[in-house]
């Protein structure tokens, strides 16, 4: 996850981690095929279940960065499924185990709705409250549920009429599906939808930035781990054939909790890893007694400050110390431009924080192909606009269209996909993702190819992957950045960041590109490279809304200047008008003229 | 009518431990933006601490309280020392994690010493109820109402009119800015951590008595506590101390009118249904985004 501030980026094709996944599962194999005893064959299906709900919470907790405190309700709702079908109604294992699926899915797609949308804790605790109703259910349903007391009499797995007995038969279809589970996992993961879900944990201004449906990644995390919980559940409850409301405790939780952590929770073989060790601890520590909880809290503890990436991140360190570069591609050319072009318009655009005016009634228009720089003093409500045309700020009143789509009714991520992509003026740019990376992903977000339903069909890894690589390799090129292409972004110079924010900018195939002081802090040569390559972007009848306080670097850049004073535009026209402007050089006060 | 009288003071008692709790929760939030989950663990173990001393002393639960207060702020500097300040440059989630930790640890550190059997602490005064005519009214409910009511007003003032409050706003303001203007953030974010855990302590005691203590009690108050910050709105402590005598009332009321189990139901679906529909709180303001 998430744990870990800068998260390292899923590596590429056969890795370790593949390797590591099928070490184990054959090891496992060997083990139950061969030495097992009747006990340890059970104790083993009891941990694949375990690895099987380590795996679905990998998906929210670890891709996408959310503590969801569900995933122990969600495990409990597919055991009583099963376990209410079967006992009561005797139904099957063909319809009990898709309903053991689908009635966490349902329950989870409700809450999600409203509650993904929400910042951390209210989705931590709102996860916990569903927990909490629940168990309160399970308890006090006795009639169904068998109270507190349990449900027994849940029959094994009989499919198409062969019946499986318990011992290695079951095992072996526990693990198949843990298999599987495994397999669906590095599928959906493995591309640059992985990445994606990186970047919206480790920085979500710049997972908007590139168009990213961040609600929407969310939403489908939370399903699949509801999903993979259901699953799991429904196999303990046949592997048991007794379901109590203690899977519905907290405590139940929160053992998923410390296995995901100390296993790892965005690799594979973390899911296993950390399942099986906290499974088979309590057989081996037996002079623990009941303080297992305890042993896990303080380990969960150790592992969040000193490891943050799991056993099988530190096992991934160990074996790989550091990641391949992998080969730049062949560049693919790009065509820069734009069958949407159309003019922005916006007209009296208001917003207040507080008592502060930002925007007093500002009207503007961007014409495809021109350059316009906005210029004003500190707090005029440059940054203020900016954010409000690239809907990071609602404004109070006042219209915006994109030719004649009305943008006020979209959210960031819809602006940056209709075609208005920005750079900021503190970059946002994920320190631990290659900067090619970065940029193919805004080129795979462009392509609408990020997502677990592209994924499944592989259109974000393999040969689309090197397509959208090489495509961003080409964007590189054009702003002068090919040879660091494999450098994290963290890794380069701050100097380089607008060539970096531009290139991410470009993918989008923009309309308008906005940027907020790109020249800041760069040498005279480097802003008028700088300027080269935007007139240059220009030229394909992209059009750019620069903010800037570099006079010197603007004004020759610039096809026009907007001048904003107090959240109003007190003038605009070419560059040399405007500074001839008495209002301007009133609003630069104790400045004869303005420095050029 | 008495009974209506006996159960209306039995809530706001039971409210004003929440808000006590709840108290606690607003200020560590506010000073890190992370959410400490082992809040309901420390009221717990203020509980025990409170039960601990009595068997060792043989003075009245009031006489006590400043005692486990000070134990407790310890126990809060460990938890920050432990849980947040390694992980102050991480996302909030990770200390979501550490916290979850701590409240396990704490949880079973309790069962191995105690073992499950409640225990419960010395009243504040005694138990002997005031009587006025045929009116007779929990001297219990009255003091622990009483005790919370110094603690929150003395908390108050202690924000409002200190310039160590004055200090521990603005950290919770604009961590860089009260930085910034020469203010020693740590500290302060280390001492909210002291003052949320003394709060939870105190209201572990004061609870202990009437409710027992055992070392599940922790599990349900962080929710009630919760649900009383959300009622109240954000960053807000007299919401809070509204929202969590809201609960305490409707807590007592529903319970003895149905069950236990209904009122904790509805209080959690009610939870669910204010952040789905009103996030912000009720009374709360909507909460600004910086780009």
Known sequence: MTLDAAPSSPRRGFGGDTILTIVILAGLGLYAGIFASPYGLRVLTLAGCQALLVLGYQFIFGHAGALSLAQGAFFGLGAYTTAILGAHYHWGFAVTFPLSILVPLAIAGAVAVATLRLASHYFALATLGLAQVALLVVVNAGDWTGGALGLTGVPGISLLGLTVSRGLPLTAVVWGVVALGVWLAWRLTRGLTGIAYAVLRSDPLAASAIGLAQSRLRFAAFLLSAGYAGAAGALQAHTIGVVSSETLEFSAMVTCLAMTVIGGSTRIPGALIGALLLTYLPEWLRFLEDRALLAYGVALLAMIIAAPEGIAGLIGRVLAPRPRASRLPTPASVPLQTAKSAPLEARSLRKSFGGVVALDGVDLVIEPGEILGLIGPNGSGKTTLANVISGLVAPDGGVMRLGSRNLRTLSAEQIARAGIARGFQTPALPPSLSVLELVALARASNAGTIGFLPSLRGRDAGRPRRRFEAEALDLLVRVGLSTDANEPCGALPARLAWRIELARALALDPVLVILDEPAAGLGEGEQAQLGTVLREIASRGIALLVIEHNMPFLIPTASRIMVLDQGRVISKGRPAEVLRDPAVIAAYLGLETIPA | ?291
């Open chain 2, 1 to 291: 009518m008495v009974t209506v009288l006996q159960l209306a003071l039995n809530g706001l008692a039971l409210g004003a431990a929440y808000a006590l709790v709840a108290l606690g929760f607003v200020l560590v939030l506010n000073a890190t933006g992370a959410v400490n989950f082992a809040q309901g663990d420390l009221v717990m173990a203020g509980g025990y601490g409170a039960a601990v001393f009595a068997s060792l002393l043989a003075v009245p639960g009031l006489a006590l309280l400043p005692i486990v207060i000070a134990a407790m702020a310890l126990l809060g500097l460990a938890v920050a020392a432990l849980a947040y300040f390694p992980l102050m440059r991480r996302p909030a989630t990770a200390v979501f994690v550490s916290t979850i930790a701590i409240g396990l640890v704490l949880q079973n550190a309790a069962l191995a010493l105690f073992g499950p059997e409640p225990r419960a602490a010395p009243p504040v005064w005694n138990n002997d109820p005031l009587r006025w005519g045929e009116l007779a009214l929990s001297s219990q409910a009255l003091a622990v109402i009483a005790v919370a009511a110094v603690l929150v007003l003395g908390q108050g003032w202690l924000l409002a009119r200190t310039r160590l409050g004055r200090d521990l706003r603005a950290t919770a303001q604009d961590r860089e800015m009260a930085a910034a203007l020469g203010i020693r953030v740590n500290a302060m974010i280390a001492l909210s951590f002291m003052l949320a855990a003394a709060l939870a302590g105190a209201a572990g005691a004061l609870l202990a008595n009437q409710f027992f203590v055992t070392p599940t009690t922790g599990g349900a108050l962080i929710l009630k506590a919760y649900i009383a910050v959300v009622i109240g709105g954000w960053g807000s402590l007299a919401g809070a101390v509204v929202g969590a005598l809201l609960v305490g009332l409707f807590e007592t009321v529903v319970a003895a009118a149905v069950s236990y189990t209904a009122a904790s139901a509805l209080l959690y679906a009610a939870l669910l249904l204010i952040l789905l529909l009103r996030p912000q709180g009720l009374f709360g303001e909507a909460e600004g985004r910086r780009a």
